[in-house]
């Protein structure tokens, strides 16, 4: 969406290409300027190779129809099988195609499209040797423009908190994480006796909210216990501490509001990529990594209390975090898409080489053609 956001606003039409999951369904719909096609979701698991082929097949179908119609200069895959239909038919209709990789190591999806694209964006370094294509660029990982550091005390009113206390954010990726929840509302009785002040925004998942909310109601901490929150700026702007998973996009999304944070990767990611992502935080001071397999409330709780009340230790932390931010990522990744198309109103600053850019050049295709898109992938 940031990219797209940018490709917007050099009036380019963009058409958001996603999956039916409800995640997805939620996040497109602060999305009105955008036109928006759902496909299905294809996932390739163990077991179930018939019924990725199915949906893939489908998926690929419903995208020729879609590009026949009005067929795009560019397609961009965000990552995820749901981005390869749209890539392989785009390719059909001789656009110019692209893939952003967010995470350390590279998932399943995107390894096997850096065959097929012309460039290949990355948010960590380490993820381009690990893609077979020679043209890579990193620009880091793409965040909306409201992600921006924020007034806390104004953050929390409009989440109805009161705004001289401080907040612990608690997130468990778009769907919520079931460990994470339990180890936090096992943690209440402890961090609650020595810090009292203390309110929280737990963000639980569906399946969850009902659970989470009434430990938090027995416990008689103030807190606001939603499933999802698509306001997400104001619940970063308004912690003091967050509590989450190591996803690509939710770091980025720290990093833009230097937010400290205990990270506690998912370890069923695939090729164990949310480990990787969170030790190259973790290596340069940005945050603090607890393992799944090990923590308990009583060392969760340690680690929240000693940030909480240590303001220093939080401050070096937020200037950690800057090195990870990558303010223009969207400007850029949007700037070489319209430069390799040759679309009209390209400024020359924009179409100057990345200093981190490697590799080939591609030809630019025709830019005449008016029923030719710009198409962003999730």
């Known amino acids: 969406m940031a990219v797209a956001e940018a490709l917007h606003q050099r009036s380019c039409p963009v058409t958001l290409l996603v999956s039916a999951k409800e995640v997805d369904q939620l996040a497109v719909q602060a999305a009105p300027e955008f036109a928006i096609e759902t496909l299905p979701a294809v996932a390739l698991q163990n077991g179930a190779g018939l019924a990725f082929v199915r949906g893939f097949w489908k998926s690929f179908r419903l995208c020729s129809k879609l590009f026949a119609r009005r067929r795009p200069q560019a397609v961009l895959a965000m990552g995820g099988f749901t981005s390869a239909p749209p890539i392989l038919a785009g390719r059909f209709r001789g656009a110019a195609t692209f893939l952003h990789e967010s995470n350390a190591v590279p998932g399943r999806a995107n390894r096997w499209l850096s065959f097929v ?14 893609l077979f294509t020679q043209a890579v660029r990193i620009t880091g990982t793409p965040v909306r423009p ?3 550091p924020a007034d806390a005390g104004a953050c929390r009113v409009a989440l109805g908190l009161d705004p001289n206390r401080p907040v612990l954010l608690i997130m468990g990726g778009s769907q919520g994480a079931r460990r ?4 936090v509302t096992q943690s209440l009785a402890q961090i609650g006796t020595r810090a009292p002040q203390l309110q929280f925004i737990h963000l639980t998942g569906s399946s969850d909210q009902a659970r989470v909310a009434a430990a938090y109601r027995a416990s008689g901490r103030r807190a606001l216990v939603r499933a999802f929150l698509t306001e997400m700026e104001l619940a970063l702007g308004a912690a003091t501490l967050a509590i989450g998973r190591a996803g690509a996009s939710s770091l980025s999304e720290l990093a833009a509001m230097r937010l400290p944070t205990i990270l506690i990767p998912y370890p069923s990611a695939a090729d164990d990529h949310q480990f990787h992502n969170a030790r190259a935080y973790v290596e340069t001071g940005a945050a603090v990594h607890l393992a799944e397999s090990t923590v308990n409330p009583e060392i969760l709780s340690r680690h929240v209390l000693e940030l909480v009340e240590n ?15 990558y303010p ?5 990744i949007a700037g070489r898409i319209l430069e390799m198309i040759n679309f009209p109103g390209i400024s020359e600053r924009e179409t100057q080489p990345l200093p981190e850019a490697i590799g080939k050049s591609s030809a630019a295709l025709d830019r005449n053609d008016e029923n030719r898109l710009a198409f962003a992938v999730k």
Do not use: C, P, Y
């Not at 694209?117 to 690990?130: I, L, P, Q």
């Open 117 to 130: 694209v012309d460039e290949a964006f990355v948010g960590f370094s380490s993820s381009a040797r690990r």
């Open 146 to 148: 409201q992600f921006k």
């Open 180 to 183: 994470i929840n339990e180890l």
């Open 311 to 325: 303001t220093s230790a939080r401050g070096e932390m937020s200037r950690a975090l800057e090195r990870w931010f």
């Open 328 to 332: 223009h990522a969207a400007e850029e």
